[in-house]
């Protein structure tokens, strides 16, 4: 049996329609004028069509009712067979087929059973890439993190960044390779990168059924003489630092902090005029302040933190 000319066909893609052709050979009829074939064959799933004369369907199952005749020994039926639809599973094909010499006699007469076993193709999927973040932001470094589901195929994936949405530089992820079929945790550092500016990045993935990216995302190097501080809480960087004339805090929700003040080395409060910048940057007009080291504390009802800070004159 032939689908679609392949005689050793052994899986099925879901819906789609083959060109079946059934062979009935027997070698012991060549030269026999009066030799004839006929089979019965059934399929456990699916759709038979076009069905060829001299045969009967019922449903699934396809038998002739008029023997064909052979030529040298051999016949064949033409026929279509839908697959049914994805999730169908395994398909069985039982087929019976007689190959006689028309002479009223058994004698060079022949017959057969074969069954054929079709499992189903499952397309493979590509990776999904989800809670693309940006962390460890500083003057000439980030480091971005995704999750990443390989829905079974072996994945990789990596950084594309760049000062546009065109991108240009790539840093590969780690694990070099995922697999599985629920998510993993997938991060890259990226290093060299310029003070204050804003990149473009994405995340791309690959595997046997293709690429994956995710949305473009952006994040911002600190300025030239920034000071990154992380808490468990939060993220916190203050620039310039060493400061001359003012100062900036930027940080997730830091306007949400009452009270900003500073501390100088014999532990005095020091007094600053305090603007805020928009809902994550509060800037410190440090103009009258004298050098030296001084210390930044923010307190809310829940938290307080403290960073130090260098005014330079």
Do not use: C
């Not at 992380?230 to 003012?246: G, L, Q, R, W």
């Amino acid at each position: 049996m032939n689908f679609d000319g392949n005689s050793s066909m052994t899986s099925y893609t879901p819906g789609k329609k083959y060109t079946i052709v059934l062979n009935i050979d027997n070698s012991n009829l060549i030269g026999t004028a009066t030799a004839k074939a006929g089979f019965d064959l059934n399929f456990s799933s699916g759709t038979l069509s076009n069905t060829p004369a001299g045969t009967m369907l019922m449903t699934r199952e396809l038998h002739h009712t008029t023997p064909k005749a052979m030529t040298s020994g051999s016949a064949s039926f033409t026929f279509d067979w839908t697959a049914p639809a994805a999730g169908s599973g395994n398909v069985t094909i039982n087929i019976a087929a007689n190959g006689v010499n028309g002479t009223g006699d058994v004698n060079g007469d022949a017959w057969n059973i074969k069954t054929i076993s079709l499992t189903e193709f499952i397309a493979p999927k590509k990776a999904n890439i989800s809670a693309v973040t940006s962390a460890s932001i500083t003057t000439t470094s980030a480091t971005i993190n995704a999750q990443v589901n390989a829905n079974g195929n072996a994945t990789t994936a990596e950084v594309q960044y760049g000062l546009t949405t065109a991108y240009g530089s790539t840093k590969a992820m780690t694990p070099a390779s995922i697999t599985g079929t629920t998510n993993t945790a997938v991060t890259a550092s990226l290093t060299g990168l310029t003070a204050n500016t804003t990149y473009n990045y994405r995340i791309k993935t690959n595997n046997i059924a293709g690429d994956s990216l995710s949305a473009n995302s952006t994040f911002k190097t600190t300025s030239a003489g920034a000071a990154v501080f992380n808490s468990e809480e939060m993220t916190f960087t203050v620039y310039p630092n060493p400061s001359a004339d003012f100062v900036i805090i930027r940080g997730q929700e830091v306007h949400k902090f009452k009270e900003i003040t500073l501390i100088n080395m014999s532990g005095k409060r020091v007094s600053v005029p305090v603007t805020q910048i928009n809902s994550e940057e509060i800037k410190l007009n440090t103009v009258s302040l004298s050098k030296g080291m001084y210390y930044i504390q923010l307190n809310s009802k829940n938290y307080s933190k403290s960073f130090p800070l260098v005014i330079e004159k």
